[in-house]
């Protein structure tokens, strides 16, 4: 199949994105006695010393200006089991925690049980990026879980990872 060439309209830049397939985490905190929390999949790694992670936070986002005052933030790497739990976490007017199963840490990151991966956060640093903000966090503790296979975001859909044969 031949490639199509593409437009560079916010439309056409996000089917052309959606190609890249990414992992989806979700950060969350405990604000005034209450879980908060949003998604994203635009999660990396950045740097081992210090320890720093990325994700980027859309400027119309009116969950992290709240969120970004929390002194933790839990960073969970979804499972593949969790695709309602992301879109949970990315619904706009409703209690985003209504229907999730979430734990906490005394100082007050929240993660979601059966994860891949939970990073104990606070915010190193924010960078202007157009329509986004980079936010640089600095991981405190972490707890892997390998075998936990990961959801992944492509083509504008959950998908699952699949092994083969080679």
Do not use: N
């Not at 929390?37 to 950045?46: D, E, H, I, W, Y």
């Not at 200006?65 to 002194?71: G, N, Q």
């Amino acid at each position: 199949m031949a490639a199509a060439l593409g437009d560079l309209t916010p439309e056409g830049l996000r089917r052309a994105f959606a190609s890249f397939p990414s992992g989806v985490t979700a950060i969350a905190a405990i604000l005034r006695g209450r879980p908060l929390g949003l998604v994203a999949s635009s999660f990396t790694p950045v740097s081992l010393d210090p320890p720093l992670v990325s994700v980027c936070i859309a400027h119309t986002s009116t969950t992290w200006p709240a969120l970004r005052t929390a002194p933790r933030f839990g960073l969970s790497v979804l499972a593949e089991e969790h695709g309602r739990v992301a879109r949970s976490l990315a619904a706009k007017g409703v209690d985003r925690f209504a229907e999730v199963s979430w734990e906490r840490t005394p100082q007050g990151a929240v993660f979601v049980p059966g994860s891949a991966l939970w990073l104990d956060c606070t915010r190193f640093d924010e960078v202007p990026a157009g329509d986004h903000d980079i936010v640089l966090l600095c991981v405190q503790q972490l707890w892997t879980y390998p075998d936990v296979p990961p959801l992944v975001f492509h083509g504008s859909k959950f998908r699952q990872l699949r092994t083969g044969d080679g």
